[in-house]
Structures are given as C-alpha cells and as structure tokens.
C-alpha cells in the first residue's frame, strides 16, 4: 500500500525557514515523481508547490517559490525534502506530498495519486 507522511511543519515568524519532510512507503521511488502542494486558510484549492521527478532531473518550481524553496530527495529514505527559507505570511497552509506519475505544469491529478495526510505551516509575528 502505497503511503506518505509529512512532518517539519511548524510555527516561524517572517523571515524564517522550515524543513519539511515526506516520508514513502510502499513503492519504490524509481517510480513515482513526488509533488507538494499547499491549501492556504479559506481558499478551497491547492496551489503546486514543486515537483521532484523520479528521474535526475532537476526539480521543479512555482514562481512564488523559486529562489526560496529547494525540494530535494534521499532515495535510500525513500523521502523527499522541501526545504523553506525567506517564509512570508502569505506561505501559511497545511503543505501536502502527493506522488505523481510525472512533473509538468499540465499534470492533472486522479485518483491513482497518493497523497500524504499534510503538515501546518504558520508564518506569522
């Protein structure tokens, strides 16, 4: 059975930086890109975070989170890491991981994708 489970959310004040974790099971992660998302407060969607593909390639980014989100992936864990720097107001949501056959901004997700139960991240002084 395919499973994921975040952690590293948390309170910061602006400014701070966070690490967030998404640990797999069940699949080996040759297999399956690993997206996060984010769901802020109020708002019914999630918003694309990044995505780090199965593959070597380079991982990739929303604009709001290039130059101050770095994902990265320890294959031996079987876990992916978003490391937070720079965190804004604005970044406060619950942060979810998702696997994902493939990256690519016109991905859409169905029910074949797994996603991780979520982690809190509040950015606020």
């Known amino acids: 059975q395919v499973q994921l489970v975040e952690s590293g959310g948390g309170s910061v004040q602006p400014g701070g930086s966070l690490r967030l974790s998404c640990v797999g099971s069940?699949?080996?992660?040759?297999?399956?890109?690993i997206g996060w998302s984010r769901q802020a407060p109020g708002k019914e969607e999630r918003e694309e975070v990044s995505c780090t593909s199965s593959s070597d390639a380079p991982s990739s980014y929303a604009d709001f989170a290039k130059g101050r989100f770095t994902a990265s992936r320890d294959r031996g864990k079987n876990t992916v890491y978003l490391e937070m720097t720079n965190l804004k107001p604005e970044d406060t949501a619950v942060y979810y991981c998702?696997?994902?056959?493939?990256?690519?901004?016109?991905?859409?997700?169905?029910?074949?994708?797994?996603w991780g139960q979520g982690t809190q991240v509040t950015v606020s002084s």
């Open positions: 069940g699949f080996s992660p040759d297999y399956y890109s």
């Open positions: 998702v696997t994902r056959l493939r990256c690519g901004t016109d991905y859409v997700y169905t029910s074949y994708d797994n």
